[in-house]
Nanobody, 115 residues
Framework: QVQLVESGGGLVQAGGSLRLSCAAS????????MGWYRQAPGKQRELVAT???????TYVDFVEGRFTISRDNAKNAVYLQMNSLKPEDTAVYYC?????????WGQGTQVTVSS
């Protein structure tokens, strides 16, 4: 089993920044991908960014250039630096860890961006 614990959400004004953190513990394999997803009220959960253990990253179009994903393999941690936040970025942000054949999810952290 794997446990994921997120932190760093909160309320920020448009144009501001937040940094999300996620710490993973448990049975973590050497082959895995960590990432962030988000879910706004009334909408489906959507991918934000992913990063492999080797550091390869992917971003969805609407955050590229504003958000940066990074990880610390020694700490089994993943981070999301969010800059130039917009009201439409308001959502619950979920940490995700994928290992062969299974996804693990954190409990989510609320990010609210006021206009």
């Amino acid at each position: 089993q794997v446990q994921l614990v997120e932190s760093g959400g909160g309320l920020v004004q448009a144009g501001g920044s937040l940094r999300l953190s996620c710490a993973a513990s448990g049975s973590i394999f050497n082959i895995n991908v960590m990432g962030w997803y988000r879910q706004a009220p009334g909408k489906q959960r959507e991918l934000v960014a992913t990063i492999t253990r080797g550091g390869s990253t992917t971003y969805v179009d609407f955050v590229e250039g504003r958000f940066t994903i990074s990880r610390d393999n020694a700490k089994n941690a993943v981070y999301l630096q969010m800059n130039s936040l917009k009201p439409e970025d308001t959502a619950v942000y979920y940490c995700n860890l994928w290992q062969p054949s299974i996804h693990y999810w954190g409990q989510g952290t609320q990010v609210t961006v006021s206009s």
